[in-house]
């Protein structure tokens, strides 16, 4: 069964870090494009990061550059989204995708294939 799993989100005070996970199942991710998005109520749904797995090729968001880092682990079959000073903006539900694809970034979320269900981060003091 082909499966993205999410874990890591929490309820973290402001300044605080959390470490995303996102596990895949049923499938590998060597050939795949990753990304990151998040949706807070009320918003649409928000590209964060994406990642390359065949050539590791990155990109962040304007609103996340310099705070978040996505990093994978090919072994585990695993990436992650490292989040340092969190502001209460960063509140959503957090979801990770999957694209099947040989070389470079899936920019638009009706690209991706697989879908996680998603990971609660709020940030409050």
């Known amino acids: 069964q082909v499966q993205l799993v999410e874990s890591g989100g929490g309820l973290v005070q402001p300044g605080g870090s959390l470490r995303l996970s996102c596990v895949a199942s049923?499938?590998?991710?060597?050939?795949?494009?990753i990304g990151w998005f998040r949706q807070a109520p009320g918003k649409e749904r928000e590209g964060v990061s994406y990642?390359?797995?065949?050539?590791?090729?990155?990109y962040y968001a304007d609103s996340v550059k310099g705070r978040f880092t996505i990093s994978r682990d090919n072994a585990q079959n695993t990436v992650y989204l490292q989040m340092n000073s969190l502001k209460p903006e960063d509140t959503a539900v957090y979801y990770c995708?999957?694209?099947?694809?040989?070389?470079?970034?899936?920019?638009?979320?009706?690209?991706?294939?697989?879908w996680g269900q998603g990971t609660q981060v709020t940030v409050s003091s």
């Open positions: 995708a999957a694209d099947f694809r040989d070389y470079g970034l899936a920019h638009e979320a009706d690209e991706y294939d697989y």
């Open positions: 049923g499938f590998t991710l060597d050939h795949y494009a």
């Open positions: 990642m390359s797995m065949s050539d590791g090729i990155t």
